[in-house]
Nanobody, 127 residues
Framework: EVQVAESGGGSVQAGGSLKLSCTASGSRFATWEWGWYRQFQGNRCELVSIIGSDGVPEYGEAVRGRFTVSQDNDKKTVYLTMNNLQPEDTAVYYC?????????????????????WGQGAQVTVSS
């Protein structure tokens, strides 16, 4: 069984930064992909970033250039560093792992029946 937990959410003013952490238990950490997703008020789900076992990151268009994903295989931890946060970044941020992290959000819906998801971390950005 894989258990995933996020930490590091909070409230910042526009232009500020936050760093989210995602820790995992279980044996699949090194081989599965990891993704960060966010769910806005109204439930629309959006891919933020993916990082695979090869360490190559991908980013959603809305966050490219501002957010950075990284991983520490020894600590079984994935990080999301968010810079220049804006009010439109306000959402609940989720970390999840699956064989294919890109398939965990489809047509604006978080597909929590697939993969392993954390409980979510609220990020609030004020103007």
């Amino acid at each position: 069984e894989v258990q995933v937990a996020e930490s590091g959410g909070g409230s910042v003013q526009a232009g500020g930064s936050l760093k989210l952490s995602c820790t995992a238990s279980g044996s699949r950490f090194a081989t599965w992909e990891w993704g960060w997703y966010r769910q806005f008020q109204g439930n629309r789900c959006e891919l933020v970033s993916i990082i695979g076992s090869d360490g190559v990151p991908e980013y959603g268009e809305a966050v490219r250039g501002r957010f950075t994903v990284s991983q520490d295989n020894d600590k079984k931890t994935v990080y999301l560093t968010m810079n220049n946060l804006q009010p439109e970044d306000t959402a609940v941020y989720y970390c999840a792992t699956a064989r294919w992290a890109g398939g965990l959000v489809v047509a604006g819906v978080c597909r929590r029946e697939f993969g392993y998801w954390g409980q979510g971390a609220q990020v609030t950005v004020s103007s």
